[in-house]
């Protein structure tokens, strides 16, 4: 049963930091894709960032330079560092990755953005 949990959403002002963190079970981080979806309200869910099997990174035009996803192995988690935060970062960021031909996503954590 693959379970990933999100957690480190909060209130921040703009410019301002967040590390969300992916807690994975019944998958292993290191050997699959993992991503993190972001759906600000009456938006489309959107692709953040991924990290692949083989440790590459890449990111939505609108977050490079400024988010950096990354993975602790031995603690099976993936992490989304958030610096520089603008308002319109706002938006339930997920954690999601394809294991054994499905589908998995976490149950999201709030981000948002005051100005």
């Known amino acids: 049963q693959v379970q990933l949990v999100e957690s480190g959403g909060g209130l921040v002002q703009a410019g301002g930091s967040l590390k969300l963190s992916c807690a994975a079970s019944?998958?292993?981080?290191?050997?699959?894709?993992m991503r993190w979806y972001r759906q600000a309200p009456g938006k489309q869910r959107e692709l953040v960032a991924i990290?692949?099997?083989?440790?590459?990174?890449n990111y939505a035009d609108s977050v490079k330079g400024r988010f950096t996803i990354s993975r602790d192995n031995a603690k099976n988690t993936v992490y989304l560092q958030m610096n520089n935060l603008k308002p319109e970062d706002t938006a339930v960021y997920y954690c999601n990755t394809d294991w054994g031909l499905r589908g998995y996503w976490g149950q999201g954590t709030q981000v948002t953005v005051s100005s």
């Open positions: 019944g998958v292993i981080v290191s050997i699959a894709d």
């Open positions: 990290i692949t099997s083989g440790g590459s990174t």
